[in-house]
């Protein structure tokens, strides 16, 4: 049995990772670990968990990580998201080159963070382009969680259709996927923690990975673990 660390960017990340994904590649013969928080800072000794929007801190963290666990059975890899990557992130201004093909654009700066950290069984991965994105792929699920409002939720589904893929909704300062949401569900700024896995967790990781081709391929590459350690 493969053992997996998975680093994540805040507390949604970590209940969806926990609620949906760790059950899922258990059945495949991978023990990951409860999600763990990425370091955004470390002060005194102490490391401040939770962000992603430095990358130095991020690279210390996962770095320690493979050096207490030095197993070839054990893996790394993180749910973080590419909406406001840190600037100082590798191969940030390479990539630029692909910012009409987002799916090329984020395997670029996969690629430059998997050699940056120089160990083979670190799997980098970034959400396209971010958690929320996945939350597009059936708006219809939050219902439960803002009754009354179909308005709202026909917005969301408008914002879908037009896209080839929930991942293909762009990056922008305001209209990221968890900006429109905002857009249509203020409450949800504060209740993301909350409200956003339990959609996740309604629409079902099948239906996610059916509608998202670069989150369907991570989440091949972890189940495939199971065989690797064998």
């Excluded at 896209?163 to 990056?171: A, F, K, R, V």
């Excluded at 922008?172 to 923690?193: L, M």
Aim: with cysteine; hydrophobic share 40%.
């Amino acid at each position: 049995m493969a053992r997996l660390y998975l680093f994540v960017e805040g507390p949604t990340e970590q209940t969806f990772v926990d609620n949906v994904i760790r059950p899922h590649l258990a059945t495949s013969g991978v023990y990951m670990q409860p999600a763990v928080k990425i370091a955004h800072a470390r002060r005194r000794g102490v490391v401040h968990r939770g962000g992603g929007r430095k990358y130095q801190p991020m690279r210390d963290d996962i770095v320690r990580f493979t050096r207490q666990e030095r197993g070839d059975d054990v893996f790394f890899s993180t749910l973080i998201d590419l909406y406001a990557i840190a600037p100082e992130f590798p191969g940030l201004a390479a990539a630029e080159r692909f910012r009409v093909d987002p799916y090329q654009r984020v395997q670029s700066l996969q690629n430059a963070w998997s050699s940056d950290i120089t160990d083979r069984r670190f799997i980098p991965f970034l959400a396209l382009h971010e958690f929320e994105t996945f939350l597009f792929v059936k708006p219809e699920e939050f219902a439960p969680f803002y009754a009354n409002q179909p308005r709202q939720i026909a917005n969301l589904r408008q914002i879908t259709n037009q896209h080839n893929s929930p991942e293909l909704i762009n990056d922008g300062e305001h209209t990221a996927p968890s900006k429109r949401i905002i857009q249509e569900f203020p409450d949800y700024e504060r209740a993301k923690a909350a409200v956003g896995p339990q959609v996740a967790e309604r629409i079902g990781l099948r239906a996610i990975r059916d509608c998202c081709p670069h989150f369907d391929a991570w989440v091949k590459r972890l189940e495939s673990l199971g065989s690797v350690a064998q």
